[in-house]
T-cell receptor, first 113, second 111 residues
Framework: KAGVTQTPRYLIKTRGQQVTLSCSPISGHRSVSWYQQTPGQGLQFLFEYFSETQRNKGNFPGRFSGRQFSNSRSEMNVSTLELGDSALYLC????????????FGSGTRLTVV | GESVGLHLPTLSVQEGDNSIINCAYSNSASDYFIWYKQESGKGPQFIIDIRSNMDKRQGQRVTVLLNKTVKHLSLQIAATQPGDSAVYFCAEILNTDKLIFGTGTRLQVFP
C-alpha cells in the first residue's frame, strides 16, 4: 500500500513569510502527527490530529498551526518564519494515534533564509 | 543526503560484528518503547517495540532489552551489515498519548 506522502520535498522561504506543508496519510489512517527535526533539538513533537480534531500539542509557539481534512490529509502552517524554523518537518500517520503504529513520511526540508 | 543530526554520538562497528546501541529514557510512567532507524533523506522507520511488562524482545537480527529500574533501553543488532548504517532513535510513549524521541545514535559500519 502507498506510504505517507509529504509535499513539497524541499522548500526555501524568506524570513517573515509563511509556509504550508502537506501530508497525505496511509489510506484508512485517522491520525496524523507532525514533528520538527533539527540537529540541535532532535525530533520534537508539534501536534497530532485525529479525525479532524487536534488531539495533542507540543511546546511550540502559536506561529505553528495545523489542520486535518475529512479525508485525513493534514496541513501544517508556519507563519512569520524565523531562521530557526529551518528544519526537516516529518509527519506520521497511524490508525490508533497517540504514538502507536506510526509510519513516517520522508519529510519536507524547509530552509529559511 | 541530508544530515539528520550533527551532534549525535557515533558508534563505529566492523561488518559482521554485533552492535549495541543504548538509550536512557526519561519517564518512569512510559509503558511502551520503540526503536526507529533513520537513513539519510528518509523518515524514521520502525524496527522493534517492547512493552514495559517485558524485559526482552527479539526480532530478525535485532533484540531490544528494557531495564526499568535504571530506565535504560538497548538495541542489539547481530551480524551488523553495511545497510544497517543509519541513525537510531529510541522513543517512548508518554501517558499513552505522545511519542517522545531520544537524541539518537549514528551507527557507522565499516568493512
Amino acid at each position: 500500500k502507498a506510504g505517507v506522502t509529504q509535499t513539497p520535498r524541499y522548500l526555501i522561504k524568506t524570513r517573515g513569510q509563511q509556509v504550508t506543508l502537506s501530508c497525505s496519510p496511509i489510506s484508512g489512517h485517522r491520525s496524523v502527527s507532525w514533528y520538527q527535526q533539527t540537529p540541535g533539538q532532535g525530533l520534537q513533537f508539534l501536534f497530532e490530529y485525529f479525525s479532524e480534531t487536534q488531539r495533542n500539542k507540543g511546546n511550540f509557539p502559536g506561529r505553528f498551526s495545523g489542520r486535518q481534512f475529512s479525508n485525513s490529509r493534514s496541513e501544517m502552517n508556519v507563519s512569520t518564519l524565523e531562521l530557526g524554523d529551518s528544519a526537516l518537518y516529518l509527519c506520521a500517520s497511524s490508525d490508533l494515534g497517540g504514538g502507536y503504529g506510526y509510519t513516517f513520511g520522508s519529510g519536507t526540508r524547509l530552509t529559511v533564509v | 543526503g541530508e544530515s539528520v543530526g550533527l551532534h549525535l554520538p557515533t558508534l563505529s562497528v566492523q561488518e559482521g560484528d554485533n552492535s549495541i546501541i543504548n538509550c536512557a529514557y526519561s519517564n518512569s510512567a512510559s509503558d511502551y518503547f520503540i526503536w526507529y532507524k533513520q537513513e539519510s533523506g528518509k523518515g524514521p522507520q520502525f524496527i522493534i517495540d517492547i512493552r514495559s511488562n517485558m524485559d526482552k524482545r527479539q526480532g530478525q537480527r535485532v533484540t531490544v532489552l528494557l531495564n526499568k529500574t535504571v530506565k535504560h533501553l538497548s538495541l542489539q543488532i547481530a551480524a551488523t551489515q553495511p545497510g544497517d548504517s543509519a541513525v537510531y532513535f529510541c522513543a517512548e510513549i508518554l501517558n499513552t498519548d505522545k511519542l517522545i524521541f531520544g537524541t539518537g545514535t549514528r551507527l557507522q559500519v565499516f568493512p
